[in-house]
Every structure is written in C-alpha cells, then in structure tokens.
C-alpha cells in the first residue's frame, strides 16, 4: 500500500484548528510534511523519525505535528488564516536507507 | 529563500517533440536531484533522481542533465506524449540522516496532438 491521507478535503473556518492524518507506505519509518499553495511547488514543514521532529522548515508554531509507533503522522494547524489554504502533502521514506520520498495525495484544506 | 530555480513555468509542446525543463540550484550541499510528475488532484511521484557524480541519466523517455560546475540541471522528455502532460518539478536534497527536499517552483507540461 503505499501512501494514505485523511480526509483528502476540508474546509474550515479562519481561526479554527485542523488535524490531519498520514498513514506512510509500507516499511517506511520516515514522515515528511509539505505545504503545496496553489501554483507553486511543495513547501518543507518538517519531518518526523523515532515521533520526534528532526527537521523544520520556515513555518511558524502553530504547525505541529506527531508521529505514533506504528510511524503514522498527524499535522495540526491552529488559528487558522486564510493563507493556510492549501494542499497539504505527507510524504514518507525510509531513515538513512532511501532518499525517495513517496508522496500520498495530499489533503486540500481551504479556509474561509 | 528560494534555492531551486525553475524555468520555463509553462511549456506546449507538438505530440513526439522534446520537452526541456532547465533548473538551478545554488546550495552547494545538495547531492541528490530528483524529478517529479504530479497530475491533477495527486500528490507529486517520483520520475527520476541523479546524483553529481554523473553527468547524464537516462530511463526510458527521459533524460536528465546535470552541470555541477554550473550547479544546473535538465530534464529532457523525448518523444512527448499527451499522457506526459502534467507539472514537473525538480527539486533537490542533501545527505545527511535528515534530508529535507527543496522543490522548485513547477513546469506545466502541455504536449498537444
């Protein structure tokens, strides 16, 4: 199986909080997170490997994540604003072993 | 910051034709260039990947060419389908147990009958 995202749409109100959720391929340990706005290419949120975070990019703190054992990920955004729409990618690789990165479908999240 | 410059951000081009897809990168620590397809309403997938020590990789179709002293890189589509059309984007990464990729800004393909 290879890379599951839930839900695949939502829409949420400015100053709510989301969660979504990202389930990686199989034999994979490693979840990345992007951010894909409209027309631009995938933005690194952060990673997370052994449920912590090892990396982030430029986003602020209200993006959170977690990773359970069995290596599924969740992504939460608080006080949403409007330019938090977007397609959020979860990507998923082996640690150490595999630089390919097998992306889910992603999940567009539109604020109104 | 962006480090992966993309061009052009739109291509059309005749069914059999090449499509070039040109990319530049400016961190010197990145080691490994990927390219990936991604078609509406899907998340990007893996086409093909190319570390600096060569200059060429070839699979299939498709082609990518890379210039380490010029820290620039290609995709070459040859003989372009209808069912090539979609966005492209090169991206790149570093070694390290934690490598975040860095993507470029995206090249929608067109390849018309």
């Known amino acids: 199986a290879g890379v599951t995202q839930t839900p695949r749409y939502l829409i949420k109100t400015r100053g709510q909080q989301v969660t979504l959720r990202c389930s990686p391929k199989s034999g994979h340990d490693t979840v990345s997170w992007y951010q894909q706005a409209l027309g631009q290419g995938p933005q690194f949120i952060f990673q997370?490997?052994?449920?912590?975070?090892?990396q982030r990019g430029n986003f602020p703190d209200r993006f959170s994540g977690h990773q359970f054992p069995n290596y599924s990920s969740e992504l939460n955004v608080n006080a949403l604003l409007l330019g938090d729409s977007a397609l959020y990618l979860c990507?998923?690789?082996?640690?150490?072993?595999?630089?390919?990165?097998?992306f889910g479908p992603g999940t567009r999240l539109t604020v109104t | 910051q962006q480090q992966v410059k993309q061009s052009p951000q739109s291509l059309i081009v005749q069914k059999g034709g090449i499509s070039i897809i040109n990319c530049a990168y400016e961190?010197?620590?990145?080691?490994?260039f990927p390219w990936y397809q991604q078609f509406p309403g899907k998340g990007p997938a893996l086409l093909i990947a190319i570390r600096p020590d060569v200059s060429e990789k070839k699979e299939g179709r498709f082609t990518i060419s890379f210039n380490k002293s010029a820290k620039q890189f290609s995709l070459h589509i040859m003989d372009s389908q209808p069912g090539d059309s979609a966005t492209y984007f090169c991206?790149?990464?570093?070694?390290?147990?934690?490598?975040?990729?860095?993507f470029g800004t995206g090249t929608k393909l067109q390849v018309i009958p």
């Open positions: 990507a998923s690789s082996q640690h150490l072993s595999g630089r390919e990165r097998y």
């Open positions: 991206a790149a990464s570093n070694s390290g147990g934690y490598q975040k990729v860095t």
């Open positions: 997370y490997y052994e449920e912590e975070e090892r």
């Open positions: 961190n010197t620590a990145f080691d490994y």
